[in-house]
């Protein structure tokens, strides 16, 4: 059990600071419309959120469009969703 854990937490050590950044996020925005809001609404706010921050990123030339980062910023709805349901 202590070698699951550790290998665990190993590999939530190499999650790069920007992915961990678009799950923080995420999750500071999808609380409250999971919370306040239909299933609906959350995963398309969320939905449209993750991907037009990649959309404005590439128009902005900031940083190239990244499915992982819209997966990393829409992740927290899922877990929160599951959450709320259970």
């Given at each position: ?17 920007d992915k961990l950044l ?7 925005l999808a609380a409250p ?8 609404e959350a995963i398309g ?42």
């Amino acid at each position: 059990m202590r070698d699951a854990v550790r290998l665990l937490f190993n590999r939530m050590a190499q999650i790069p600071k920007d992915k961990l950044l678009h799950f923080f996020y995420g999750t500071v925005l999808a609380a409250p419309v999971v919370i306040w809001g239909s299933l609906i609404e959350a995963i398309g706010f969320m939905l449209f959120i993750a991907i037009g921050k990649e959309i404005i990123d590439a128009e902005l030339k900031l940083s190239p469009p990244s499915i992982l980062d819209a997966l990393f910023t829409f992740a927290p709805t899922v877990l929160l969703i599951l959450v709320r349901v259970c």
